[in-house]
């Protein structure tokens, strides 16, 4: 089964000395009741880029320019029990947008110190990559979830060389945990 191709975009902006991530409450579908970043599928025909410009636009109602998103990485989430669920996801920050976010029907946005995430009420792999990613790690990682399809079996991550690429290449040398 192929993975669905999703897209995840993280908000950041200065705010009295310190650095805030803007994540949401999901409201519906995947995920309804977690703290999860923007984002969504890419449909058919569309780039990442293209995708991700949309999706932030429909969840939060704010404009993020393509030569403002930083690829940060991606994510491929591996769900054993529940196949139908793996998702391959890349992953952007952006520090520049137009207009002030504000709730859709899908989710409840809502700025957070990015030193502090509501790890409590996100996904549970959200520790072991985004924090990293937020502060400037680029890399590849792949999440395994337990059988609980809720908890993280096993966590590896390929970093990327200086072009943006995944080190190795298309034989990535995963290395456990982060």
């Excluded at 200065?14 to 999860?36: A, P, S």
Aim: hydrophobic share 45%; proline share 5%.
């Amino acid at each position: 089964m192929t993975a669905a191709h999703v897209t995840l975009c993280f908000l950041l902006r200065e705010v009295d000395g310190g650095r805030e991530v803007l994540l949401g409450r999901k409201r519906t579908g995947f995920g309804k009741g977690k703290v999860v970043g923007v984002g969504g599928h890419v449909e058919e025909g569309e780039t990442a880029v293209e995708a991700i410009c949309r999706e932030v636009r429909e969840e939060v109602y704010v404009d993020v320019e393509p030569d403002d998103l930083v690829a940060a990485g991606t994510v491929d989430f591996v769900f054993p029990a529940k196949p139908e669920w793996n998702m391959f996801t890349t992953v952007f920050l952006s520090e520049s947008w137009v207009g002030e976010p504000s709730e859709s029907d899908e989710i409840t946005p809502q700025w957070y110190p990015a030193e502090d995430l509501p790890v409590a009420h996100m996904w549970a792999d959200a520790e072991h990559w985004l924090p990293a990613m937020m502060n400037g790690r680029r890399m590849d990682v792949r999440v395994v979830l337990a059988d609980d399809n809720e908890n993280v079996a096993e966590v590896f991550h390929a970093d990327w060389n200086n072009d943006g690429a995944a080190a190795g290449g298309s034989a990535r040398n995963w290395v456990p945990g982060l």
